[in-house]
């Protein structure tokens, strides 16, 4: 099989089939990413992945490419793992990469193949993608469309891969029915030599490709609505962590994506939000879906709201344009969407900082991953190499990504290091008795 696009979706699930005992090769446009991956090195951050890498290089299982010649002649399975970002100029997914994907390797295929779309994308994309197959691929050799959404969570993604909590699959035949089946037949059968079970949904096209989306703007909608009730909480004395932890026991809400503060990001949750209302709108049922609009709002307010709590904790407040912080020193923790990656992809965090810069703060940041690519897309601000040189001389610390390190920070220690002891904690991940027992003002989101 051969995975087109070896970003973080197909280099993790390339290295994962690897390891399942299938044959694989990896294909991308850009040269430095094989050339990466093809040495045992990772482009990007993913737990536990460098080590499936290099240990299936090793075997030969895996292999990388930038010839597509070689992946027509090398595949039976291909997985369509290319980016669909947002539109330029509109919330629309951009099919380009796709399309370019597909018709290139479509023009040199030589024998009968699956073309399996795993990359997050627009209902009514399966149908396109065949219509381009059978527009470009010669006349004499069969090629299908498939379907198998991804479900990846970043930090976790290899054990998604490996463990999945369910596997949907959509095919137009019998024959590319079994070869997709086959294709997953090591999922399945690692699940029965760990004695686990993995759901199966065999459905049609429309529902796989909704499958992904539906379940990001669900998972959006309940961090929005916790978000909600925070600001509720906070005018009213309220905790919303108490207030969170108490329905999340209903079962039919449960627990998780219930914690309040600065808001979701990364590259799938915002950009699938986006794309779902659009294309509604699209379909002519924009009005069944216009609350996920305001979702999207209350998540981008957060942003802002931790801009004017930072001036608050100050005593600087907000002037006609805004908060005004003219020269207050802070220091943001955090600067990845969240913790465990290196992904800065409409990260939350380092919005923030760049929004405290432009009130005026001189704003230092630490991440123990995220610094590199935060530097390049936000190279005015400070980078430090190291938490306590980034809370050095702080009048304002603010705690924007959960990372463990963070969330275990001996405040005392920190004491004599900042130049007032406050901190915003904007994940609410830390004891607020405990930072305010050892002298500093502690502020949360919905909890005082």
Known sequence: MTFLGVGPLGGTYAACYAELGYEVLGY??????????????LPFHENGLEELVRKNLATGRLRFTTDPDEVAEFGDVHFLCVGTPSRPDSHSADLSYMESAVTTLATRLTRRCIIVGKSTVPVGTSSWVQQLIDKHSPKNVEVEVAWSPEFLQEANAVQDVLRPNRVVLAAQSDWARDLLHAAHKGVFEL???????????????ATAELVKVAANAFLSTKISFINAMSDICEVTGADVTALARAIGHDARIGNKFLRAGIGFGGGCLPKDLRALSARAEELGV????????????INI???????RMAADLTGRGSGPAGPELSGVPITVLGATFKPDTDDIRD???????????????????????????ARAQEPQLRYAASLMEAVDGAELVCVLTAW????????????????SPRVLDGMNCLDPQLWRNAGWTYRGMGRG
């Open 191 to 205: 699940a029965a030599l760990e004695d686990r079970h993995v759901p199966l949904v065999v459905t049609d096209f």
């Open 347 to 373: 990260s939350p965090a380092l919005d923030i900082a760049r929004r405290l810069a432009g009130a005026g703060a001189s704003v230092t940041v630490y991440d123990p991953l995220g610094v590199d690519n």
């Open 404 to 419: 463990e390190e963070f969330r275990h920070l001996d405040p005392e220690a920190l004491t004599d290091l900042v130049a």
């Open 301 to 307: 307010r957060r942003r802002s709201k931790a801009v």
């Open 286 to 297: 924009g009005e069944s879906l216009r609350f996920l609009s305001e979702i999207d709002a």
């Open 28 to 41: 991308d446009v850009d040269a430095g990413r094989v050339e990466k991956f093809s040495a045992g090195e």
